[in-house]
């Protein structure tokens, strides 16, 4: 077997059990098939035709007349268009990169998959806390999100030390309390 007979029965093989698992219908699946069996059919179909006209032209067997080849053409081609791959027509080839990336596309599974990957990836490095101050003991309370506690390493009973940035905004770094001094 060529390697690009086993690749394209492989994309097949790849093609019916991605639609299987999916919930498109048997019917659906068959009307795929069919419909792209129906379509090389037509286009050899046309080609055919198109080389027993000109070999009748050749060997002498008379011009048709215009009816005849516009019925011919009506009958013979389809009503779209059919490129192969080795076709390099604008159309063709917009045609041929539609068709396979179409079928690129992710399975639910596979985009809550990604999701929960970027969501790993793409944690908050800003965070904008409410203070609350308490006027009886002058103490300030802040409450971490769990994102901000998960990217900064700490829970709860940690020391933290706040550097000023001067722009309004705070670095926050874990400190260590050794013997009573940070």
């Known amino acids: 077997m060529t390697d690009y007979k086993k690749y394209s029965l492989g994309q097949i093989e790849g093609f019916l059990y991605d639609a299987m698992s999916t919930d498109a219908t048997p019917q659906e699946i068959y009307d795929v098939i069919k419909g792209v069996v129906q379509d090389n059919y037509y286009t050899y179909k046309v080609q055919t035709a198109k080389a027993k006209e000109l070999l009748a032209l ?14 011919e053409k009506e009958y013979y081609e ?21 068709f396979w990336e179409e079928h690129q596309q992710y ?35 802040i409450i971490f ?12 009973g940690d020391q933290v030390y706040w550097i000023d940035q001067g722009d309004g905004s705070f670095k926050l770094i ?3 309390n050794i013997n009573g001094t940070i």
């Open 58 to 71: 050749l060997n002498g067997n008379g011009t048709p007349t215009l009816e005849e080849v516009l019925q």
């Open 78 to 98: 389809p009503t779209q268009k059919t490129c192969n791959k080795d076709d390099i027509s604008p159309e063709c080839k917009d045609a041929w990169n539609d």
């Open 145 to 156: 999100p769990d994102d901000l506690l998960e990217a900064a390493r700490l829970k709860e």
């Open 174 to 176: 874990k400190t260590e």
């Open 107 to 141: 399975t639910d599974e596979e985009l809550d998959a990604m999701c929960d990957a970027a969501e790993k990836t793409d944690k908050v490095k800003k965070w904008i806390l409410p203070v609350e101050a308490d006027d009886l003991n002058g103490e300030y309370f």
